[in-house]
T-cell receptor, first 111, second 112 residues
Framework: DTAVSQTPKYLVTQMGNDKSIKCEQN?????MYWYKQDSKKFLKIMFS???????INETVPNRFSPKSPDKAHLNLHINSLELGDSAVYFC??????????FGSGTRLTVV | GDSVTQMEGPVTLSEEAFLTINCTYT??????LFWYVQYPGEGLQLLLK?????DKGSNKGFEATYRKETTSFHLEKGSVQVSDSAVYFC???????????FGKGTLLTVNP
């Protein structure tokens, strides 16, 4: 009965590969997000969808593409992975002005 | 744009010591303010929040008061425990934008 679930939890892949991270929330929230946390723990928003509509698209390389098939799912696809993409990626959801509920993160390591 | 500045860590305390982690913000309008906690290897959990000036958020012995005059939202706890060891993030959410802007995080280590 996890509220925000991400898969996979760990992802190790070679440079140049394409990979996807999936996120699902069962809270009935309208808005979902992707955040990147670097090795110094700094959190930076990447994308946000509200009811399947893209509302936040920060300065992120075009290799990153979010997809929201419905308001309960927000997936992140990354093309041509680079060493600098190594980080922990967090999915989150929210409703209205409430705080976010975060997933447990996906640790991506590019070798 | 919106920004959050919190005290640099790491912070190391002995069990039962008093904790303060300073947080100040810059935002247009009247943001909502949050403290999140991240335990090792886990995602972020909402610790407490305040949505308007002079509100006090509290949870698990932690408190923070929304001070509009000083644009601050300092986190305090009267007596920390080893289990409080984690990274603490101050965050704000401004206006009609859903985006949550985080501070850089403060690592707290509590020794027995």
């Amino acid at each position: 009965d996890t509220a925000v679930s991400q898969t996979p939890k760990y992802l190790v892949t070679q440079m140049g590969n394409d990979k996807s991270i999936k996120c699902e929330q069962n809270l009935g929230h309208d808005t979902m997000y992707w955040y990147k946390q670097d090795s110094k723990k700094f959190l930076k928003i990447m994308f946000s969808y509200n009811n399947k509509e893209l509302i936040i698209n920060e300065t992120v390389p075009n290799r990153f593409s979010p997809k929201s098939p419905d308001k309960a799912h927000l997936n992140l696809h990354i093309n041509s992975l680079e060493l600098g993409d190594s980080a922990v990626y967090f999915c989150a959801s929210s409703q209205g002005a409430e705080g976010y509920t975060f997933g447990s993160g996906t640790r991506l390591t590019v070798v | 744009g919106d920004s959050v500045t919190q005290m640099e860590g790491p912070v190391t305390l002995s069990e039962e010591a008093f904790l303060t982690i300073n947080c100040t913000y810059t935002a247009t309008g009247y943001p909502s303010l949050f403290w999140y906690v991240q335990y090792p290897g886990e995602g972020l959990q909402l610790l407490l929040k305040a949505t308007k000036a002079d509100d006090k958020g509290s949870n698990k012995g932690f408190e923070a008061t929304y001070r509009k005059e000083t644009t601050s939202f300092h986190l305090e706890k009267g007596s920390v425990q080893v289990s409080d060891s984690a990274v603490y993030f101050c965050a704000l959410r401004g206006g009609s934008n859903y985006k949550l802007t985080f501070g850089k995080g403060t690592l707290l280590t509590v020794n027995p």
